[in-house]
């Protein structure tokens, strides 16, 4: 029978911030083919856990979090607590006993969150792990306004705003309440990057006419007043803002149509579109670290545009979070640290990658099948949850109204239909859309479909799902989408599989599973949670499908 051991290696900055690599071993490794030797200190080879959400068919993405345990008894590896390691990655690899390093199998990869001595005497140090998502749990916005305008020229926010974040734009915006930067010549920011234009500037809901077009000196250029009734702006450059001047103060409140942000000359729209942004411009992944098949199977499957308005503290997680639940996905990492994107769907058998079977035989697995590991039938089961009474109703709101405002904020008479408005509906006015703060959208659209549900499962309730999406097609396209994911019984398990060489590699979050348990039956369902014990061979795996078979 064929040995492997686990090898770590971490990246890191020693006290002069020159790049080191940390290697070691659960025995010391020292192959040819290595690059340096692996210190046999390890004990422990991360217990890691790791989940895409809270276990229903919606959620949010959830921190993957990990420990691995170096011995240090002879306080050898004392100077390691020196090193910075935070958001550095990892690679654990599985090596066959007297291999060559490049035979290694990547079982896991992360970064490291830090090290601290623990253990009785302090006789270990356990290296704290997590998955890149780590790096998304951070300020969205790292450029903040400095406070720094003198005498009413600048762009950098007046006295007060220090600290204060420059806004974020994705999508077509509707009615937003752009951050004043300059009060005295009635300057306004609208994104910090350039934008695509189509500016729609109002005062209580009445348009300014569109001015010059202006570069930013321009713009702060004390002299260059816009017309009264109009307004000036600057579409802004990479990395540059974009802004507004406004020739007239208003009178009632500012808010603003336009698109957001233009990256290398693309409008950033859909929700895939605006997941890799923030990953690769505001967070700073690398572009093989973005799954490009997921986003563009996901902008395929929800091309929609999606309206993003950032004016507040946000960390990129809640960013990444909006945009997905506006395509109906989920988003993590999975275990070669590859950001990916799961549509939300009924798993099918044609995707399984592996079989979890009740074999009877403890520990036995093959390449095929994960055997369960505490004992037969519903005893290898560690626990059973029931979703919620199916829905007979999924309500999808859309079109999000940032600012809402009623007759008195708003000027004049009743208005004609906004032609600026996404689909508007025969016969809505500007003053009547300004008013709300969502437009909605139901399914089953026939009353017969729901009253079946509700015939079934008399206490069946509405489902309300709050989305980005700006359009009506997209809205519609979604809840067909998400209303049969909500009007089916769904359950999860957890229970506990055998590890060997070929399940680390096909155990995945989001990857599809033919479970065939006793009294559960053979039915397809999707990974949601791993916790390997690497070290132990096993792993618990949560598991998220329909009753039905």
Not at 405 to 430: F, I, S
Request: charged share 20%.
């Amino acid at each position: 029978m064929k040995s492997y051991y686990y090898l770590w290696e971490q990246e890191a900055l020693d006290l002069t911030d020159q790049p080191v690599t940390l290697r070691f071993g659960e025995i010391g490794y020292n192959h040819p083919s290595a690059d340096g030797y692996y210190d046999g200190r390890i004990s422990q080879a991360a217990l890691f856990q790791r989940s895409i959400g809270s276990g229903d068919v919606g959620g949010s993405s959830e921190l993957s979090y990990g420990v691995l345990v170096l011995l240090n008894g002879d306080g050898a590896l004392d100077g390691l607590l020196d090193l910075a390691i935070d958001g550095r990655p990892f690679r654990l690899l599985l090596v066959e006993d007297g291999a060559a390093i490049d035979t290694a199998r990547l079982a896991l990869s992360g970064v490291a969150a830090q090290m601290v001595p623990a253990g009785q005497d302090f006789d270990e140090i356990h290296v704290y792990l997590r998955d890149p998502g780590v790096l998304f749990d951070t300020s969205l916005q790292t450029r903040l306004l400095g406070g720094t305008n003198v005498g009413g020229t600048g762009l950098d926010g007046d006295a007060g705003q220090e600290g204060d974040p420059h806004p974020i734009a994705y999508g077509p915006l509707f009615n937003v309440e752009p951050v004043c930067v300059n009060a005295e010549l009635d300057i306004y920011e609208l994104n910090d990057t350039a934008i695509g234009g189509d500016i729609i500037a109002k005062d209580g809901g009445a348009p300014y006419t569109l001015g010059v077009a202006r570069t930013a000196a321009e713009i702060a250029d004390p002299t260059n007043i816009p017309t009264a009734g109009h307004v000036d702006y600057c579409l802004g450059a990479e990395g540059q803002p974009a802004y507004i001047r406004l020739g007239s103060r208003p009178v009632k409140t500012l808010t603003v149509d336009f698109k957001g942000t233009v990256r290398n000359g693309v409008f950033v729209e859909s929700a895939a579109d605006i997941l890799r942004d923030i990953a690769l411009h505001r967070v700073g992944l690398a572009a093989d670290a973005v799954s490009a098949t997921d986003l563009a199977a996901l902008d395929t499957l929800a091309p929609a545009a999606v309206a993003l308005w950032i004016d507040s503290d946000q960390t990129a997680a809640d960013a990444l979070d909006e945009a997905a639940v506006s395509a109906g996905a989920w988003w993590g990492f999975d275990r070669l640290s590859m950001l990916r994107v799961w549509p939300m769907a009924v798993p099918v058998e044609a995707e399984a990658v592996l079989s979890i079977r009740d074999t009877g035989l403890g520990v036995t697995t093959t390449a095929d099948d994960a055997a369960l590991l505490s004992g037969a039938g519903a005893g290898a089961v560690d626990s059973v949850g029931w979703g919620p009474i199916p829905a007979h109703t999924v309500k999808v709101f859309y079109d999000p109204n940032p600012t809402e405002q009623d007759a008195g904020d708003l000027v004049g008479a009743d208005d004609p239909a906004h032609p600026e408005l996404p689909d508007p509906v025969g016969g809505a006015t500007v003053r009547a859309r300004l008013a709300k703060d969502w437009r909605s959208v139901v399914w089953p659209e026939e009353d017969a479909v729901s009253a079946a549900i509700r015939a079934r499962h008399p206490l069946s309730d509405l489902i309300e799902v709050e989305t980005s999406v700006r359009d009506r097609a997209g809205a519609v396209a979604l809840a067909a989408r998400l209303g049969p994911l909500h009007t089916v019984p769904w359950f999860t398990l957890t229970l506990a599989v055998a590890l060997d060489v070929e399940v680390i590699e096909r155990l995945d979050l989001g990857v599809v599973v033919m479970l065939d348990v006793g009294r559960f039956g053979r039915r397809p369902m999707r990974i949601t949670s791993l916790k390997p014990d690497l070290r132990g061979g096993t792993a618990d795996v949560g598991l998220l499908g329909v009753r039905q078979a």
